[in-house]
């Protein structure tokens, strides 16, 4: 873990390279049959379980990248990207941004999770997710983990 939550504006990020590992440690491809051996993929949620927020989407950003284009994957992740810098912007006492980038979330979750219902993808669920969105509005004042099945 990070010796500290990094907020911008008010305390320093990780020393560059801080994440290298994570990169070396991540599936090639970023799916729903591999999620579970994916290293990168229970450290982001473990991060965000934690408040690290800028972590988290530091992380996430490797396993999009690695996901299949126009995948329900890369859907959830970009909606997973969204909550973590929705949380971070509710810390930063930015209630605007954090309302649109649930907003966003929830858009993206919604592609992700075309029934909508109690369906999983990568070990998340449709409604906790949006859930936890709707948390990250103000005021915003406990933000649920993200529990993996």
Known sequence: MPPHAHVPGQNDRPAEGFFDF?????????????????????????????????????????????????????????????????ALKLNMQRSVAADRLADKAIECFQEAFPAGGKETLMGLNAEELKGIASQCRPPGENISPLSIR
Not at 39 to 61: M, S
């Open 22 to 86: 994570v990169e070396a440690h991540a599936a090639d491809t970023t799916t729903e049959a591999t999620y579970q051996q994916n290293f990168a993929w229970t450290y982001a949620i473990d991060l965000f379980n934690r408040g690290f927020y800028w972590e988290t989407h530091e992380v996430l950003e490797t396993l999009w990248m690695r996901a299949p284009q126009n995948s329900r994957e890369r859907m959830l992740l970009q909606g997973v990207i969204h909550l973590a810098n929705a």
